[in-house]
Nanobody, 121 residues
Framework: QLQLVESGGGLMQPGGSLRLSCAAS????????MSWYRQAPGKERELVAG????????RYADSVKGRCSISRDNAKNTLYLQMNSLKPEDTAVYYC??????????????WGKGTLVTVSS
């Protein structure tokens, strides 16, 4: 059974950092692109970052570019998101998503349940 389980969310301070993890199981993790999306209250879900199966050509939303890094450990079947200089507008539920092929093409076919990140003083 395919599973994506996010962790690492919580209450964060403005200007602080976070590291989210997504543990994948039930499929060959190293064969697929992966991504992080987020959904803020009252807003549509948006892409944060995406990465290919081989970790090449990561993509980032303009809103996080320069303070965000997506990475993966195919040996551990785990996807990561490091975000620095957190802002209140980063408050959202963050979702891990599985791509449909090895390269990142914005097409996702499975989503985790999400982890809530709240940035507030």
């Amino acid at each position: 059974q395919l599973q994506l389980v996010e962790s690492g969310g919580g209450l964060m301070q403005p200007g602080g950092s976070l590291r989210l993890s997504c543990a994948a199981s039930g499929f060959t993790f190293s064969d697929y692109a992966m991504s992080w999306y987020r959904q803020a209250p009252g807003k549509e879900r948006e892409l944060v970052a995406g990465i290919s199966s081989s970790s090449s050509n990561p993509r980032y939303a303009d809103s996080v570019k320069g303070r965000c890094s997506i990475s993966r450990d195919n040996a551990k079947n785990t996807l990561y998101l490091q975000m620095n200089s957190l802002k209140p507008e980063d408050t959202a539920v963050y979702y891990c998503a599985k791509g449909t092929t090895y390269y990142f093409n914005y097409a996702m076919d499975y989503w985790g349940k999400g982890t809530l990140v709240t940035v507030s003083s």
